[in-house]
């Protein structure tokens, strides 16, 4: 059974630096073709695809973000981490990790979403 | 503004078929078959219904279909069911700079 969760501050403030924790179970990002990504979604709004780690420790950024994210892995606690620096009042959202399906042609499948933790942004 | 282009809300009556588009370019939707499509209730996470455009994960009912044509994506449900009243995504992959790109969301409402 695959479950993930997410960890992390619920306020931040403008120009502070964002780590969110992804702990997860029922797979390992060892295994061939694995993969966690981060989703998010501000309030009200559309879902907005951040970024993507495989087990091979290939990452891939969303290019609006990319100067302000860093994705990591530590596989021996099952854990993905998302750092977002500089965050802004536009950075308020639900931020969720997600198992991408391993048979799944593209990398836009993701069939196990955590929870969501919403980040708020303000001083 | 969302890079691929959903209704805003699509209606039906319990029983009836919605199609909901979603519509991209050349260089996501019509580039490469896949798109995949979630369904997020009020309140919880999106929930993977189809990916790689007409493929179903397990336990997703075969009331859901999907298909493409040129840069415009459909999902079909057909017997609307109550249950099904939600939020619809569109996603596709969108090349290896890009990478991934979701649609603005359709609002399905069951009459």
């Known amino acids: 059974q695959i479950t993930l969760k997410e960890s992390g501050p619920t306020l931040v403030k403008p120009t502070q630096t964002l780590t969110l924790t992804c702990t997860f179970s029922?797979?390992?990002?060892?295994?061939?073709?694995?993969?966690v990504g981060w989703i998010r979604q501000p309030p009200g709004k559309a879902l907005e695809w951040l970024a993507l780690?495989?087990?091979?420790?290939?990452?891939r950024y969303s290019p609006s973000l990319k100067s302000r994210l860093t994705i990591a892995k530590d596989t021996s606690k099952n854990q993905v981490v998302l750092t977002l620096t500089n965050m802004d009042p536009v950075d308020t959202a639900t931020y969720y990790c997600?198992?991408?399906?391993?048979?799944?042609?593209?990398?836009?499948?993701?069939?196990?979403w955590g929870q969501g933790t919403l980040v708020t942004v303000s001083s | 503004q969302s890079a691929l282009t959903q209704p805003r809300s699509v209606s039906g009556s319990p029983g009836q078929s919605v199609t909901i588009s979603c519509t991209g370019t050349?260089?996501?939707?019509?580039?490469?078959?896949?798109v995949s499509w979630y369904q997020q209730p009020p309140g919880k996470a999106p929930k993977l219904m189809i990916y790689?455009?007409?493929k179903r994960p397990s336990g997703v009912p075969d009331r859901f279909s999907g298909s493409k044509s040129g840069n415009t994506a459909s999902l079909t449900i057909s017997g609307l069911q109550a249950e099904d009243e939600g939020h619809y995504y569109c996603?596709?992959?969108?090349?290896?700079?890009?990478?991934?790109?979701f649609g603005g969301g359709t609002k399905l409402t069951v009459l």
């Open positions: 997600a198992h991408r399906l391993i048979y799944c042609a593209g990398s836009n499948c993701y069939d196990y």
């Open positions: 029922g797979f390992s990002l060892t295994t061939s073709g694995v993969g």
């Open positions: 780690i495989y087990w091979d420790d290939d990452k």
């Open positions: 050349s260089s996501d939707v019509g580039a490469y078959d896949y």
């Open positions: 790689d455009v007409t």
């Open positions: 996603c596709s992959y969108a090349g290896t700079y890009t990478f991934v790109v």
